[in-house]
């Protein structure tokens, strides 16, 4: 069995959303495949079971009416009630004066806490003042004095965040080490030439640390000047994160943008407060392998020459004996697939011969196609220059075709470059574009392009 | 729509009987979703109550340009994050035998029963694995066969980011179905 359903295809399948014929196909494929059909009925009892209703005692109701009326939880509406009902008698007027002013007093004492808890209440959300000083910390932040402060920064490439050390002595003319931290990040790293991180112009409006979370309030040009970019969009949050959870008594961190929580920065979700993420971080242990950043490097070079189509410059990168195999659906098929030697891809994109590239999943018709239109349509066919994964020697299964790469290129290098579907399409609409390298004395060739995509 | 509004005008005019009737029309699907989340039918009881009384209390705040049920999700959802907080965060959820299929209705063999209950058993755990961030959106989505753009209002996010994270939900639970049968595949 050549191919899975992803978990994608499945619920589009559920909810009706697919045409009749490839509901027909997903059917046919759910009688041949016990692993999809094992996804399938676990989805399918997931749904039974959360629809499954459930039914409060009957007399529920009456309860919630009854602790109303006898003010257990009283509020504002009471008097409308006690108006409605006409509890008062004058027998015991005397007695209910003096409940009410007892009550006058409970309450006035409990306005500031009403008021707290307001804030829970839907269409409240936590707004930090920004009206006085412009910094405002929890007094825990004097008691801490570290000896010297850890930033951390995006790489050059956007893939990981680097830590950087400053004396904690340089903190002090600084009203807090929040607010070192925020201005040392958006002067940039010592190492790469200070590369501001912090989009231009953002202004820090407040910082306040409440119970473990450090509320970053910031002015909008953080969000209008993003230069965009999941990846880098993605480091940077984790080099702001990191840098203020180093920090004891900051567990997270919660932007704020003009005072407001936004839902989404320009990918992330942004209206939760964001954890510290570890596995973004690059320090001299946990360097990679020096081979690992030559593939990534070569990687950039060859998708640069895929998205320029600069035949030129790709050939540097080819295997000089062996060539590099085109894949279009990740399955590679040696005996079919199309190879181009080193020589030939110089001029590959002259003339207009129309090699045969395998077959298009669905129609199975073949694909019959220029290498120009094949680039434009199964290698370079979106922006993995900015992809929101870069995998490196990693198996990712997505669940639609079975991933032979390893296989089939024993020994080589494989980066990946995956670009999440987009809602519009139910998440369907991923990419994914895998480059494989492989050695030969001492450089590393390419010899495998992979691309991949939803397939039925 | 247009009904509860003018419920919720007899309500504010001092009306307690108008809101009984909210009450009667809510509760169900409200108690619903709360047993789906908190795995217990005597939490939810007490946690519904609460968001009745709260949404009570605060019902002159409530601004008509949302549909009442989007609000008094909204409350459920806090009242819910309180008690999750009271009762410990990294408290497991206890599950009442009464949310699990009720076995001595069951017909049939008991091997049967049995089978179907230890399924259910593991469908709460691999959605109790979930974070709230997904698990909300997930259970009302299925609960009460919410529009993704609903679920959106209800959690103030946009329905591409509800669409998303129900989708993560179901994958991670895959995912982890996946892992733990790997031996069976």
Redesign the interface.
Known sequence: MRFHLS??DL?SYMEGNVTDREREKIRIHLDEC??CR??YD??M???N???D?????SD??????Y???NGK?S???NK??K??YGVLKPVFSAILIFVFVGAAFYFGSKYDTFRRNAA????N?PTVQATQAPVKTDSTTEKINPERVTLYFPDPYAEYVVPEYRTAALAKDYESLELFIFRQLQEGPEEQGKVPVIPEGTKLLSVEVKDGICYLNLSREFVENNPGGSAYETVLINSIVNSYTELPHIEKVQFLIEGEKR??YSHM?F??PFERNESIIRTAEKTPEPEENRIRELGIKVLTAFKNKDMQELSRYVHPEKGVRFSPYTYVETDKDVVISREDIITLLDGNKVYNWGFYDGSGDPIELTPEKYIERFVYDRDFLNADEIIYDEQFDRGNTINNVFEVYKGCHVIEYYLEG???Y??MDWRSLKLVFEEKDGYWYLVGVLHDEWTI | MQEDLTKIKR?K?????A??EL??KY??RL??FL??MTGS?HD??EI??EV???A??????Y?DRWMFST?IY??AI?VYK?YRRKTGRYKTVSMDDAVLVDSSAGEGNPEHVYEKSE??RE??S??NSLKD?QRIP??LK??R?CSYAEIGDIL??????A??RV?RA??I??KK??ER?RG??
Request: negative net charge; charged residues 35%; aromatic residues 10%.
């Open positions: 978990v994608e619920s016990r692993l094992e996804k676990l989805l009892d997931l749904e079971y959360l629809r209703e459930d039914y409060i005692d529920f109701t009456e309860r919630v009416i602790s109303l009326k939880h509020n504002n509406r409308n009630i108006r409605k829970d209440e839907p269409g959300q839902e989404v979700v209206d939760e987009t809602p519009e139910d998440g | 309500i005019n001092g009306d307690i009987d809101f009984g009450v009667d509760r169900n108690f619903g047993v789906k039918r939810s009881e519904l109550q009745f009384i709260r009570y209390s605060n019902i002159d705040r601004d609000w909204r409350i806090n309180n399924r259910q469908l709460i691999l959605i961030k997930l259970i299925y609960v066969n103030g996010i946009s329905e591409e980011a669409k998303m989708m179901r994958k639970i895959c179905y996946m049968h069976d595949f």
